[in-house]
């Protein structure tokens, strides 16, 4: 520590701490909580204690920087301070409440320093409780985080371009259904996996060539509304699956699928599946995740590179010579990591989002699946094309292949999916709607 003039500081701190915030309170840390290091830098100590129902649940310190202490006449790291921390409930409620904060996070609106027109501790309140400052100060802060995390990664001029790969999904918690509640009294319309479908009572049965497909899930699109994922489907009537298991022999890798929007729920009707395709029957709880693409879809974040870049390092390791991938994947690891708020266990299901991987990209994989072509990783003009292709596929459904250890598909314990291309999915045409599989 220093002897450069902290004390004035201190007093502050020290009259206005504790402060009660919704949800619990501020103090002072560590002793002392305010002091200045060798490097002239403004240190602090604070606490958060985080209460319910005046039961402490838990307390969390931290020690950060403020600045370097000569930056700012000692008048204003007052006025800066004072501020602050009469303004704590609300810094905080601007962030999302005490539950998502730490300590630090009291002082996260340290831009306001460079604005010259606050002066004294009356401006820096007003200030902090302005909303549209408040809006300001929390991008910057949102972009500087991800600047920091896109640096190694060689990505920290595309900020705006790797934020937009971000999507809302809905990842669906299922409940096997006893046949009894299978069966009896079914609700005609409600959302499920598996079971029976419900039909119009002329419609025909999903085929193609003449081989009836089996049904795998119905969504209720006005009970999915209110999800943000859920902004891209139609916001009433019901979307249904089905899907062969077997793809035709002049289809490589693409399983038929058929995706069907009944706009009326009251025409339909309860209709018996083939016993022998029949699906256990699951209930299914939709809740929010946010996904980036996973590691295999490695090629969403490279197209963000030069194109020769990326074309040349796909070629060395088309050749195997021991290059590198035109991204560092500890770099990307700890991106994705940290803003994908994903949870990982099995089984996995959702309605759009990222697809997760078993092995290897499963855009490309519904890039490729017709084709049947495996020269996509040698770095050719022709691979290279193939994997910007991919790029304009969004997935619809991922279906898990197991539940509990027991199969659901008739397939080897991956995932199926159903993917269509981003200006149909904007458009609503389901005929374009394509099927692959990644099993182990």
Same mark, same amino acid.
């Given at each position: 520590?220093?002897?450069?003039?902290?004390?004035?500081?201190?007093?502050?701190?020290?009259?206005?701490?504790?402060?009660?915030?919704?949800?619990?309170?501020?103090?002072?840390?560590?002793?002392?909580?305010?002091?200045?290091?060798?490097?002239?830098?403004?240190?602090?100590?604070?606490?958060?204690?985080?209460?319910?129902?005046?039961?402490?649940?838990?307390?969390?310190?931290?020690?950060?920087?403020?600045?370097?202490?000569?930056?700012?006449?000692?008048?204003?790291?007052?006025?800066?301070?004072?501020?602050?921390?009469?303004?704590?409930?609300?810094?905080?409620?601007?962030?999302?409440?005490?539950?998502?904060?730490?300590?630090?996070?009291?002082?996260?609106?340290?831009?306001?320093?460079?604005?010259?027109?606050?002066?004294?501790?009356?401006?820096?309140?007003?200030?902090?409780?302005?909303?549209?400052?408040?809006?300001?100060?929390?991008?910057?802060?949102?972009?500087?985080?991800?600047?920091?995390?896109?640096?190694?990664?060689?990505? #920290? /001029?595309?900020? &705006?371009? !790797? $934020?937009?790969?971000?999507? @809302?999904?809905? =990842? +669906?918690?299922?409940? *096997?259904?006893? %046949?009894?509640?299978?069966?009896?009294?079914?609700?005609?319309?409600?959302?499920?996996?598996?079971?029976?479908?419900?039909?119009?009572?002329?419609?025909?049965?999903?085929?193609?060539?003449?081989?009836?497909?089996?049904?795998?899930?119905?969504?209720?699109?006005?009970?999915?509304?209110?999800?943000?994922?859920?902004?891209?489907?139609?916001?009433?009537?019901?979307?249904?699956?089905?899907?062969?298991?077997?793809?035709?022999?002049?289809?490589?890798?693409?399983?038929?699928?058929?995706?069907?929007?009944? #706009? /009326?729920?009251? &025409?339909? !009707? $309860?209709?018996?599946?083939? @016993?022998?395709? =029949? +699906?256990?029957?699951? *209930?299914?709880? %939709?809740?929010?995740?946010?996904?980036?693409?996973?590691?295999?879809?490695?090629?969403?974040?490279?197209?963000?590179?030069?194109?020769?870049?990326?074309?040349?390092?796909?070629?060395?390791?088309?050749?195997?010579?021991?290059?590198?991938?035109?991204?560092?994947?500890?770099?990307?690891?700890?991106?994705?990591?940290?803003?994908?708020?994903?949870?990982?266990?099995?089984?996995?299901?959702?309605?759009?989002?990222?697809?997760?991987?078993?092995?290897?990209?499963?855009?490309?994989?519904?890039?490729?699946?017709?084709?049947?072509?495996?020269?996509?990783?040698?770095?050719?003009?022709?691979?290279?094309?193939?994997?910007?292709?991919?790029?304009?596929?969004?997935?619809?459904?991922?279906?898990?292949?197991?539940?509990?250890?027991?199969?659901?598909?008739?397939?080897?314990?991956?995932?199926?999916?159903?993917?269509?291309?981003?200006?149909?999915?904007?458009?609503?045409?389901?005929?374009?709607?394509?099927?692959?599989?990644?099993?182990?």
């Amino acid at each position: 520590m220093t002897d450069l003039p902290t004390d004035p500081l201190l007093e502050i701190l020290l009259r206005l701490l504790p402060a009660t915030v919704d949800g619990g309170r501020v103090e002072v840390g560590a002793q002392p909580p305010l002091w200045c290091d060798e490097q002239g830098s403004l240190r602090l100590s604070l606490r958060i204690v985080y209460v319910e129902d005046e039961v402490i649940m838990d307390v969390r310190e931290s020690e950060f920087s403020l600045g370097r202490l000569a930056d700012q006449p000692l008048a204003r790291w007052q006025a800066y301070i004072e501020g602050t921390l009469r303004a704590a409930a609300t810094i905080l409620r601007a962030q999302g409440g005490l539950d998502n904060c730490l300590p630090f996070d009291v002082f996260s609106f340290h831009a306001a320093l460079d604005d010259p027109a606050l002066v004294d501790a009356d401006d820096f309140v007003a200030a902090f409780g302005d909303a549209e400052r408040q809006a300001a100060w929390i991008e910057a802060l949102e972009e500087g985080s991800w600047r920091e995390l896109l640096e190694p990664c060689g990505l #920290a /001029d595309h900020i &705006a371009e !790797v $934020r937009a790969l971000q999507r @809302p999904s809905c =990842r +669906l918690q299922v409940a *096997a259904l006893a %046949p009894d509640e299978d069966e009896d009294e079914p609700i005609i319309g409600e959302s499920r996996i598996g079971g029976d479908p419900d039909l119009p009572s002329d419609f025909p049965w999903p085929s193609v060539a003449g081989e009836p497909l089996i049904f795998v899930a119905q969504f209720d699109l006005a009970a999915l509304a209110d999800l943000p994922a859920a902004a891209e489907l139609p916001t009433a009537g019901l979307l249904s699956f089905f899907y062969s298991p077997c793809p035709p022999d002049d289809w490589h890798l693409e399983h038929p699928v058929a995706v069907l929007h009944f #706009a /009326d729920p009251s &025409a339909l !009707v $309860r209709r018996p599946a083939p @016993p022998r395709d =029949r +699906l256990r029957a699951f *209930a299914i709880e %939709p809740t929010e995740e946010t996904q980036m693409p996973a590691m295999e879809s490695m090629y969403a974040y490279e197209a963000l590179l030069p194109a020769k870049q990326v074309q040349a390092a796909y070629e060395a390791l088309g050749r195997g010579d021991g290059s590198s991938p035109p991204i560092n994947d500890m770099a990307l690891a700890n991106l994705i990591s940290s803003v994908d708020d994903s949870n990982f266990e099995r089984p996995m299901f959702r309605l759009l989002g990222h697809p997760a991987s078993i092995q290897g990209d499963p855009y490309l994989d519904i890039e490729m699946a017709r084709a049947g072509w495996d020269g996509w990783q040698t770095g050719s003009d022709e691979a290279m094309a193939a994997h910007e292709r991919s790029r304009s596929w969004r997935l619809l459904l991922q279906v898990d292949a197991s539940v509990d250890g027991e199969l659901l598909l008739n397939q080897d314990g991956g995932f199926f999916y159903f993917f269509m291309p981003a200006d149909a999915l904007a458009a609503h045409d389901w005929s374009r709607v394509r099927g692959c599989l990644q099993c182990h």
